[in-house]
């Protein structure tokens, strides 16, 4: 082959000296023999000859083509020339040719295994796409024929045609989209797109299809949402005419207003929120109402705010489990109180033995002359003659005839521990009603606690000494030796539990100035220069003006250097000058009124229950369980346990429901108490870590053995709370 030799290139003569940098930008083309190329002669000497430019080039066989203008090139692009020489050098060593880099993986492999990396993620989309639409939790929008379903349909159609059939992504979108009513195109790029996000992201398209809001809604607006959420907190159970203009007027009975306030339906909520809206909220912001908002709003506002239509069932007390006093006394009393108890705690530790299940004790080194505690549990408890099982086995279409009303009842008050079990001699049993013995109070749990001389001042016409039977108190000294062992009583924080006797220190039972129609109370104690005084409440019988009668606060105060002109009984603050006091005292005061100064006194402060008074002086500890806080009385279980008991083994005769509790009531066994008494720890514990009510019955739930019915299910709570 003859080489191409480019010929009449005329350069001026200012190329000529900018010759040798060019020399970087001519390439080789192809290796060709030398042979004697022809002359052009040019007269001219601005013309340059061919052998003249052939000679700058390295190897004048090698055909040469100009590659661009010095006049285009950097600065930086320019290489030095012993940079330039070295590569020349290299190129001459590799060859005229650039050999081939060889791949790790071969180009067609690489396409090869791409391509089933694809194809494998497509089966497996598919795969759990079936999975979804078959499975019975599967809950599309608008139903099994609404949009969402038609949408989940056509992107398991247009995998199932890649997968199975073999067709490509284009071709298989659009004969999905036209088998399910979509457009071939547009409807075919949209399926690809939800394809897509289901196996990227596990999720099902969504209609936006009435969701664009047309016009502002008041119920959008953030002042009026909070106007209706602090209703729906304070008001939760909603009011008819009527009974509202009742309740204003204070003529409804408390028991019908009780039974009235616990009826919560799906239709009184919202009809009380739609009333309040119409004729309090839209008035107040000069709103003229029309037509007002219909049920279905009211409805679904209150579900948007966290309100559900649900069946009542027993589970914890959340209206006033977080609230802010009881929080603190479970955080800042109750808790460590157990905690410097628990030292000396008697505890059980479960162990396995042979397949066995049993309990072995946790030793503890304590001092010398240091008693063991035991956790005795109390609480009260009914039982109806008419409460049977709610379901069971019949014939078809046809119901067993029950009697009306839960019939005549038991109430029983018993005490569990972890050592023994159930305290048998220890518990009392009435039949309540009005009719009958009565109903429980806690000077019937005083009296069954100890037998008391109890001697007080409104009783003294009736009775100066009242013998009663030993109970708890006995029984457990007799289970256990009471050089060894100390009770602690877990009690409910209830009223009845935390009645104060009749001469307690009680600032509501005195008046401002001495007299008056008020019990006399036991003498109380003030600090001065560092000494305890006694003081007597109640005039000494000689006194030229009140003899034998109750002093007032004045005159208390007045004693102990208190007293100052001008202090009120109580405070006035009126709720138009801050709402959040409303008659009460500032928290942060300590001198505002009479009331104040005195109950901030160690010995008004010191005073206890008669329950606590009763125990205590016996030699045992008594603590007070937080208000709203079942979980943490594990005796709780030991009564859901005993009625299930009593449910099973009904007769529907009140002599039946007698003779069947002692026997519900020892068919608990020893082992479960204790395991209940290890999940009150872990509530305990819970609580103790700072969460919250739902977060700790989630880690509570971790320790028990039915926490999960299935290896594939995850329970409500959970998903409520990870919601």
């Excluded at 042979?35 to 061919?50: F, K, R, S």
Aim: glycine share 6%.
């Amino acid at each position: 082959m003859q080489p191409r030799i480019k010929q009449n290139y005329t350069l001026t003569s200012h190329i000529r000296a900018s010759a040798q940098l060019m020399r970087g930008f001519l390439k080789p083309l192809v290796h060709v023999p030398e042979v004697a190329a022809p002359q052009v002669v040019n007269e001219d000497e601005g013309q340059l000859h061919d052998d003249d430019f052939r000679s700058l080039s390295p190897n004048p066989a090698i055909d040469l083509e100009f590659a661009t203008y010095a006049s285009d090139i950097e600065d930086d692009d320019v290489q030095d020339e012993e940079e330039t020489e070295e590569t020349e050098e290299e190129q001459e060593s590799e060859g005229s040719q650039r050999k081939r880099k060889m791949l790790e993986v071969p180009a067609r492999e690489a396409l090869r295994i791409a391509r089933e990396n694809r194809m494998a993620e497509f089966k497996k989309g598919l795969d759990n796409l079936e999975k979804h639409i078959k499975s019975r939790k599967t809950i599309f929008e608008a139903g099994d024929n609404g949009l969402q379903a038609t949408r989940a349909r056509a992107i398991q159609s247009y995998l199932h045609l890649i997968v199975r059939k073999g067709h490509k992504k284009i071709k298989a979108s659009e004969m999905s989209a036209l088998t399910s009513g979509f457009a071939a195109r547009t409807g075919g790029r949209l399926i690809r797109l939800w394809a897509k996000d289901w196996m990227v992201h596990h999720e099902l398209p969504t209609s936006d299809r009435g969701r664009h809001i047309k016009v502002k809604s008041l119920l959008e607006d953030p002042s009026i949402c909070a106007e209706m959420r602090t209703y729906l907190r304070s008001h939760k159970w909603a009011t008819n005419p009527k009974k509202f203009a009742d309740f204003t007027q204070q003529k409804l009975f408390p028991a019908e207003a009780e039974k009235y306030a616990k009826h919560i339906v799906d239709k009184e909520m919202p009809r009380g929120l739609k009333k309040y809206l119409e004729v309090e909220l839209f008035p107040r912001i000069q709103m003229k109402v029309r037509k007002g908002i219909s049920i279905s709003t009211a409805r679904r506002w209150m579900e948007r705010q966290g309100f559900y239509y649900t069946k009542y069932k027993k589970a914890l007390y959340f209206d006033g489990h977080e609230r802010p006093d009881v929080v603190h006394y479970r955080q800042h009393i109750f808790l460590p109180l157990m905690a410097e108890y628990r030292s000396r705690l008697m505890e059980y530790r479960r162990v396995e033995e042979s397949g066995y299940e049993t309990f072995e004790s946790v030793v503890k080194s304590l001092p010398d002359g240091v008693r063991k505690l035991v956790l005795c549990a109390h609480d009260e408890s009914t039982m109806q003659a008419n409460d049977g099982d709610k379901a069971g086995w019949g014939p078809e279409d046809e119901q067993p005839l029950l009697k009306k009303g839960v019939g005549r009842g038991s109430h029983r008050s018993d005490v569990i521990c972890s050592t023994v079990g159930w305290l048998e001699e220890a518990g009392q049993q009435l039949e309540y009603g009005k009719n009958y013995d009565g109903y429980w109070t806690g000077e019937l749990f005083v009296k069954q606690v100890r037998n008391l001389r109890l001697c007080y001042e409104n009783y003294w016409q009736l009775m100066t000494i009242c013998q009663l039977k030993e109970k708890i108190i006995p029984a457990f000294e007799k289970a256990h030796d009471p050089a060894q062992y100390q009770a602690l009583f877990m009690v409910d924080n209830s009223q009845g539990h935390s009645a104060y006797p009749p001469d307690a220190l009680r600032i509501s039972q005195m008046n401002l100035n001495p007299g008056g129609a008020k019990p006399k109370m036991r003498d109380g104690w003030f600090m001065h220069n560092g000494q305890r005084i006694s003081q007597p409440m109640v005039f000494p019988q000689n006194h030229p003006k009140h003899p034998g009668e109750p002093k007032g606060m004045k005159q208390v105060l007045t004693e102990r250097g208190l007293w100052r002109n001008g202090l009120l009984l109580i405070c006035k603050n009126k709720k138009n000058q801050d709402p959040k006091l409303d008659g009460k005292c500032d928290p942060e005061a300590t001198d505002c009124c009479a009331t104040r100064i005195l109950s901030l006194q160690p010995d008004f402060q010191e005073q206890k229950s008669l329950v606590q008074e009763t125990i205590e002086a016996a030699g045992h500890l008594c603590i007070f369980l937080p208000k709203f806080h079942c979980e943490l009385n594990f005796i709780e279980f030991f009564w859901g346990a005993v009625k299930k008991y009593l449910r099973e083994h009904c007769d529907y005769t009140y002599d039946g429901l007698r003779a069947n509790i002692p026997k519900a009531l020892a068919s608990v066994q020893l082992s479960t108490i204790r395991k209940w008494e290890h999940r009150m720890i872990r509530w305990m514990e819970a609580y103790r870590e700072g969460k919250g009510t739902k977060e700790a019955q989630i880690q509570v739930k971790k320790f028990s053995s039915r926490a999960q019915s299935s290896h594939r299910r995850i329970p409500e709570y959970v998903a409520r709370a990870f919601d």
